[in-house]
């Protein structure tokens, strides 16, 4: 008599039940808070190459004359 054979069904009801009656309730999924907002990424510094100085034949006329005065 105390050796009955356990059925895994009748348990798994009984743990399920309260589940089953909160969400009748509250609604399917369950309500949760959202995450929380993500800060935004740091920008990344982008390197500024200096332009060479053109010296000679190869300069325009433009840079000429602002070098000269």
């Not at 009955?4 to 009748?10: E, H, M």
């Not at 808070?33 to 920008?43: C, G, L, V, W, Y």
């Not at 100085?53 to 433009?62: A, H, N, Q, T, V």
Request: proline content about 12%; overall charge positive; cysteine-free.
């Amino acid at each position: 008599m105390l050796k009955q054979k356990l059925n895994w069904k009748r348990p798994l009801f009984y743990v399920l039940l309260p589940i089953f009656f909160v969400m009748a309730f509250l609604g399917f999924p369950l309500p949760v808070a959202p995450p929380p907002a993500t800060k935004p990424a740091q920008e990344q510094a982008v390197v500024v190459k200096k332009k060479k100085k053109r010296i000679g034949l190869l300069m325009r006329k433009e840079d000429r004359q602002d070098d000269a005065s």
